[in-house]
């Protein structure tokens, strides 16, 4: 069975710098990886999706890598501002379509 | 726009009383699914269904049910809620590429 880990559980860090989510899965055998964010009480916004085919994935300040060989996937956010505080959560997608959630990792930008 | 819309968004009852919690997607997406979110758990799946009159089960069904009439549509019903079922429920629909599109949740609490 699939298992889904996210390291660290939370994240604070100051306005500007650079930083990397980090998420690993123990079955390679995957359809695709997402990330999401969760804002305090409110639903989960896909952020990226990265195909079991492709290596990464670019939406403006964040690039998704996949490396399936060693089951880790990270999230690196460019320049973080306030605003990307949120609970950030990676899934992985079997052949079936069963997604798998890790625990999230709670980041917090400092102004 | 592009949405799923879960009814009721907060919901308090009491053990016993069935309750059905309503999802509806306007994407013509084939694939939907219901998750529930418990501190120190994450998301976990309770069903999917791959497509109209085609459900399964996914990692916690028990003491729920589903049905898929319609596409757009997917409740998830609990017959006979008990405490043990409060949690924060979200149902989503996936698009073809395997992006996941999540309602904005209903709070269910089982007094």
């Known amino acids: 069975k699939q298992e889904v880990t996210q390291i660290p559980a939370a994240l604070s860090v100051p306005e500007g710098e650079n930083l990397v989510l980090n998420c690993s899965f123990t079955?390679?055998?995957?359809?695709?990886l997402q990330w999401f964010r969760q804002d305090p009480g409110k639903g989960l916004t896909s952020l990226l999706l990265?195909?079991?085919?492709?290596r990464e994935q670019t939406s403006g300040r964040l690039n998704a890598s996949l490396d399936k060989s060693s089951g880790r996937s990270t999230l690196y956010i460019a320049a973080s501002q306030p605003g990307d505080s949120a609970t950030y959560l990676c899934?992985?997608?079997?052949?079936?379509?069963?997604?798998?959630f890790g625990s999230g990792t709670q980041l917090t930008v400092l102004p | 726009e592009a949405q799923v819309t879960q009814n009721p968004r907060y919901l308090i009852t009491v053990t016993g009383k069935k309750l059905t919690v309503t999802c509806s997607q306007n994407?013509?997406?084939?694939?939907m699914s219901w998750y529930r979110q418990d501190p120190g758990l994450g998301l976990r799946q309770i069903y999917y269904?791959?497509?109209?009159?085609?459900?399964d089960k996914g990692d916690v069904p028990e003491g729920y049910k589903v049905s898929r009439k319609e596409k757009r549509n997917f409740p998830l019903i609990l017959e006979s809620p008990s405490p043990n079922q409060t949690s924060l429920y979200f149902c989503?629909?996936?698009?073809?590429?395997?992006?996941?599109?999540f309602g904005e949740g209903s709070r269910l609490t089982v007094l």
């Open positions: 269904s791959m497509n109209v009159e085609v459900t």
């Open positions: 989503a629909s996936t698009g073809g590429t395997g992006e996941l599109f």
């Open positions: 990265i195909q079991s085919s492709q």
């Open positions: 994407m013509n997406h084939e694939y």
């Open positions: 899934a992985s997608s079997g052949s079936a379509r069963q997604l798998t």
């Open positions: 079955d390679s055998a995957i359809y695709n």
